[in-house]
């Protein structure tokens, strides 16, 4: 069974920094792309994505110079590094990947940008 | 970027009534990865239906998902209490992953 568990969150000042970590578990984690996706009140929003490699990746311009996702493949883990943090990247943030053409997400972890 | 527009925004319907749900896409689909989620207040998105029509493991047979291309649809066919929540579509076939801004069933 796929799962995917993220940590990480938290309450952070504008300007911190956060890394954010999701286990995976179920399916070979090196052969796929991975994404962070967020969840703010206007709806859900896809952050970044990894291949699974590591070797490629690409952001959102709302992210981008500021956000790093990142692999371990050894720890079936992927992280994304969250600096710069701003007021407007609060929300809950998602891992998600498709394995045999099934979307996979999951529960998220919540990270607040507040002073 | 594929572009998902859900209607309508909100669907006012009493138990036992069929729910029909819209989501269009600003251009096809591809593979037809067109995915079809449930959320409820303070939880995660919920799978209901993955490759269109196919349906999450453990999902009702009420729940059902139609369609191609650049139009798809999510059908429950009568609304238990349960149901009354945000349906989000979702499309996976093509980078970024993009999601439509969800559909609210509301009691009347």
């Known amino acids: 069974e796929v799962q995917l568990v993220e940590s990480g969150g938290g309450l952070v000042q504008p300007g911190g920094s956060l890394r954010l970590s999701c286990a995976a578990s179920?399916?070979?984690?090196?052969?796929?792309?991975m994404h962070w996706v967020r969840q703010i009140p206007e709806g859900l929003v896809w952050v970044s994505r990894i291949?699974?490699?590591?070797?490629?990746?690409n952001y959102a311009d709302s992210v981008k110079g500021r956000f790093t996702v990142s692999r371990d493949n050894a720890k079936n883990t992927l992280y994304l590094q969250m600096n710069s943090l701003r007021t407007e990247d609060t929300a809950v943030y998602y891992c998600?990947?498709?394995?045999?053409?099934?979307?996979?997400w999951g529960q998220g972890t919540l990270v607040t940008v507040s002073s | 970027e594929i572009v998902l527009t859900q209607s309508p925004g909100t669907l006012s319907l009493s138990p036992g009534e069929r729910a029909t749900l819209s989501c269009r896409a600003s251009?096809?689909?591809?593979?037809?990865?067109l995915a079809w989620s449930q959320q409820k207040p303070g939880q995660a998105p919920r799978l209901l239906i993955y490759?269109?029509?196919s349906r999450a493991t453990g999902i009702p047979d009420r729940f059902s998902g139609s369609g191609s291309g650049t139009d798809f649809t999510l059908t429950i066919s009568r609304l238990e209490p349960e149901d009354f929540a945000v349906y989000y579509c979702?499309?996976?076939?093509?980078?970024?992953?993009?999601f439509g801004g969800g559909t609210k069933v509301e009691i009347k």
């Open positions: 291949n699974g490699g590591g070797s490629t990746t």
């Open positions: 251009q096809s689909v591809s593979s037809n990865y």
């Open positions: 998600a990947t498709w394995v045999g053409g099934v979307p996979y």
């Open positions: 490759g269109a029509s």
């Open positions: 979702q499309q996976y076939g093509s980078s970024p992953l993009t």
């Open positions: 179920g399916f070979t984690f090196s052969s796929y792309w």
